[in-house]
């Protein structure tokens, strides 16, 4: 396969091309493990602001692993400390938490000039799922060659993640923060990679190979080995109690 070079500014013209998809956006910002990664349209400031403040819907949605949405940065109650933020006023933010890795969340931001609206947030939710994608790539290859095998075994390991998150939710009750975190402590308690956790309880409880219960699975959807499987198992019995 040939090799594809990644950077930051592959991020920013994504960033670029949701602002001008979207009617009135004012920027956008791209967040990983808590931090932001990369912004547009001279919004950043608003992000960095809520991050060091510790409120938000930067912060909310972080923590909540749900859409978060505002007519007014400065206005809204939830976030007082916020009121005297140079330059939210009338600001409306979408705050989206995206697919999942070993470290967390992809979290996407964008800032409007009015209260958001269904259009935007279909633009949002079309575009998000590439920007996810794209930050993963450039924070496993911070600027060196990543062959297109290594980019695709990287999607299918996220999907296989979000599979075994959506179980552990629907089995437990929790929300897609605390199934995370349940799974991430599986993977230490046992001792084996998160990924292959992830891909042995699918198999668990789907009863069949990834796969072959995902057609668009390919070869970078490796077997999990045996160490993998017994916590699996034990991890899904617990699960069920």
Same mark, same amino acid.
């Given at each position: 396969?040939?090799?594809? /070079?990644?950077?930051?500014?592959?991020?920013?013209? $994504?960033?670029?091309?949701?602002?001008?998809?979207?009617?009135?956006?004012? @920027?956008? @910002?791209?967040?990983? +493990? /808590?931090? $932001?990664?990369?912004?547009?349209?001279?919004?950043?400031?608003?992000?960095?602001?809520? =991050?060091?403040? !510790?409120?938000?819907?930067?912060?909310?949605?972080?923590?909540?692993?749900? #859409?978060?949405?505002?007519?007014?940065?400065? !206005? *809204?109650?939830? =976030?007082?400390?916020?009121?005297?933020?140079?330059?939210?006023?009338?600001?409306?933010?979408?705050?989206?938490?995206?697919?999942?890795?070993?470290? @967390?969340?992809?979290?996407?931001?964008?800032?409007?000039?009015?209260?958001?609206? +269904? *259009? *935007?947030?279909?633009?949002?939710?079309?575009? +998000?799922? #590439?920007?996810?994608?794209?930050?993963?790539?450039?924070?496993?290859?911070?600027?060196?060659? #990543?062959?297109?095998?290594?980019?695709?075994?990287?999607?299918?390991?996220?999907?296989?993640?979000?599979?075994?998150?959506?179980?552990?939710?629907?089995?437990? @009750?929790?929300?897609? !923060?605390?199934?995370?975190?349940?799974?991430?402590?599986?993977?230490?308690?046992?001792?084996?990679?998160?990924?292959?956790?992830?891909?042995?309880?699918?198999?668990?409880?789907?009863?069949?190979?990834?796969?072959?219960?995902?057609?668009?699975?390919?070869?970078?959807?490796?077997?999990? !080995?045996?160490?993998?499987? +017994?916590?699996?198992?034990?991890? =899904?019995?617990?699960? /069920?109690?």
């Amino acid at each position: 396969m040939p090799d594809v /070079r990644f950077g930051p500014e592959l991020i920013e013209r $994504l960033l670029g091309y949701l602002v001008s998809e979207i009617t009135g956006c004012l @920027g956008a @910002g791209l967040h990983t +493990e /808590r931090r $932001l990664v990369r912004a547009v349209g001279g919004t950043e400031r608003l992000d960095q602001a809520q =991050w060091e403040l !510790g409120v938000g819907p930067v912060i909310d949605a972080a923590g909540d692993e749900d #859409v978060v949405r505002t007519a007014d940065l400065a !206005g *809204d109650r939830r =976030w007082p400390e916020l009121a005297g933020l140079t330059g939210a006023d009338g600001v409306g933010v979408v705050a989206v938490p995206g697919s999942w890795d070993e470290k @967390g969340p992809v979290l996407l931001t964008v800032y409007l000039d009015h209260e958001p609206k +269904e *259009d *935007d947030l279909r633009v949002i939710e079309r575009v +998000e799922p #590439v920007l996810a994608t794209a930050a993963a790539v450039v924070e496993f290859c911070a600027d060196e060659v #990543v062959r297109a095998d290594q980019m695709v075994t990287m999607v299918q390991h996220r999907r296989v993640i979000e599979q075994a998150k959506g179980l552990v939710m629907a089995a437990s @009750g929790v929300h897609s !923060g605390t199934a995370f975190q349940t799974l991430v402590r599986a993977s230490q308690h046992f001792n084996v990679k998160l990924n292959e956790l992830a891909t042995a309880l699918v198999e668990q409880v789907g009863g069949a190979p990834v796969t072959e219960q995902e057609p668009e699975a390919g070869p970078g959807t490796a077997a999990p !080995g045996r160490r993998a499987r +017994e916590a699996a198992e034990r991890t =899904w019995l617990a699960l /069920r109690r």
